[in-house]
């Protein structure tokens, strides 16, 4: 059974950081590109970092410079450092992992930055 389990998370106030982590069992991790996303309330849910397989960044612009992915193979684990938290970013956090179908995600994490 494949789980991506998440942690951290919670309320910071603006400027604040927060680290996020999601552990995965069942798969292959080091196999996986893995990746954070974000679903605030009436928005979509958008990409906020990516870590590909083979090492491959990608953030957009909205978090670049603020937030960096990173992973640990021998622990199964994906982390989201987030810094400088904006009044922007409060929105359910979900990582994921993907090698093609299906895609497996985390159970959502709620970041809430007020002061």
């Known amino acids: 059974q494949v789980q991506l389990v998440q942690s951290g998370g919670g309320r910071v106030v603006p400027g604040g950081s927060l680290t996020l982590s999601c552990i995965a069992s069942?798969?292959?991790?080091?196999?996986?590109?893995v990746g954070w996303y974000r679903q605030a309330p009436g928005k979509e849910r958008e990409l906020v970092a990516l870590l590909t397989d083979n090492g491959i960044f990608n953030y957009p612009n909205s978090v670049k410079g603020r937030f960096t992915i990173s992973r640990d193979n021998n622990k199964a684990t994906v982390y989201l450092q987030m810094n400088s938290l904006k009044p922007e970013d409060p929105a359910v956090y979900y990582c994921?992992?993907?090698?093609?179908?299906?895609?497996?995600w985390g159970q959502g994490t709620q970041v809430t930055v007020s002061s």
């Open positions: 994921d992992a993907v090698r093609g179908k299906p895609v497996y």
């Open positions: 069942g798969i292959g991790f080091s196999q996986y590109s």
